[in-house]
């Protein structure tokens, strides 16, 4: 990738992220303070990354069909190097849990969204010049007002 990871799509990221705050503030029976702070952590985020989410909203007024193919492509990407983080922090979830069919079923859910992930990874890795050709050329054709 040319730039680092995420920054191309942060903008559509702030843009979830910021509907989940506008639904968090609809859901009853969570404390103002606990809104506020949810709030003040997206406001920072904002603050923070500016520049980028700037370019990132500009890119996506170009070429939002650009934007989202990348967006998805780096979601994907993202899920996949967080298996690192994600299947030690679950297997201790798992020790640890009072409910042995809840266990048995996140330890499931692990094992087969991991196998998922890498058919995914192995078929991109082999056909990425056809997939992208697909995605960037044929699908677009497809779909209406993408230029």
Same mark, same amino acid.
Request: hydrophobic residues 55%; aromatic residues 22%; neutral net charge.
């Given at each position: 990738? &040319?730039?680092t990871l995420i920054i191309k799509s942060l903008f559509i990221f702030i843009s979830l992220w910021s509907l989940g705050i506008v639904l968090l503030w609809f859901r009853p029976r969570i404390e103002l303070f606990w809104k506020i702070i949810a709030t003040l952590i997206l406001g920072f985020y904002v603050w923070f990354f500016l520049d980028e989410i700037i &370019? /990132? =909203?500009?890119t =996506?007024?170009?070429d939002w069909y650009v934007s989202s193919v990348h967006f998805l492509k780096e979601l994907?990407?993202?899920v996949f190097v967080n298996m690192f983080f994600f299947w030690p922090l679950c297997l201790v979830l798992?020790?640890?849990k009072a409910d042995d069919? /809840?266990?048995e079923k996140l330890l499931k859910f692990l094992c087969i969204f991991t196998l998922v992930l890498w058919v995914i990874f192995v078929i991109y890795f082999f056909y990425n010049a056809g997939i992208d050709r697909f995605l960037f050329e044929n699908l677009r054709k497809m779909i209406p007002n993408a230029k």
């Open positions: 990738m &040319k730039e &370019k /990132g =909203f500009d =996506f007024s170009a994907i990407t993202l798992i020790f640890y069919m /809840g266990a």
